[in-house]
């Protein structure tokens, strides 16, 4: 079994790239990445509450990360978040999860899709996203979003090649009667 510390939000977002100028940096992106997917694993939605969440748990974040600033302003989460390398960030989120789902031996996965409620413009659909659900440990293991004019169906190859499955029986359902396939 791999130390706990090689799980770490720390270990697995190292390679992740600051993209901050070095000068004026009051907050490490260390910092910023725990307090934020601690957040969100609690239930935050915005970086409103991401930046309220680590305010009321400061003395605990404190025990763990260098605060000399204190916790930053959910403008400074923001403005991270968005400088972020989206697909290097993926990269290192899935390296995490995984790390934490195989330490949980997860048995069972479901692969399920949503359309995502108010995530779309004016006169296009909504977002639809399949998602990998290790329902055992109540975590998200993998997710992509279907590609325009296409249903879940065309995501799920995708969402498959994701995951590091080691062995499995695997028997799936789809969402019309009378179609069961293994």
Do not use: Y
Not at 114 to 120: D, E, I, P, S, Y
């Amino acid at each position: 079994m791999a130390k706990i510390e090689e799980r770490s939000i720390v270990a697995r977002f190292a390679d992740l790239s600051d993209p901050r100028a070095p000068l004026g940096i009051r907050h490490s992106l260390e910092a910023i990445l725990t307090i934020a997917l601690c957040a969100v694993l609690c239930g935050a939605d915005t970086w409103v509450e991401i930046a309220e969440f680590g305010t009321a748990r400061s003395a605990w974040f404190a025990t763990f990360l260098d605060l000399p600033h204190g916790i930053p302003s959910h403008d400074t989460f923001g403005r991270v978040f968005a400088a972020l390398d989206p697909e290097q960030f993926e990269r290192c989120f899935r390296a995490w999860t995984r790390g934490i789902a195989q330490a949980l031996e997860a048995q069972v996965v479901a692969l399920d899709g949503k359309a995502l409620r108010r995530a779309h413009d004016a006169g296009r659909r909504p977002l639809q996203v399949v998602s990998a659900w290790a329902s055992e440990v109540r975590l998200v293991l993998a997710q992509r979003a279907v590609p325009d004019k296409s249903n879940e169906l065309s995501a799920l190859p995708l969402v498959l090649e994701m995951l590091a499955i080691q062995s499995a029986s695997a028997l799936v359902a789809c969402n019309r009667p009378g179609v069961l396939t293994h």
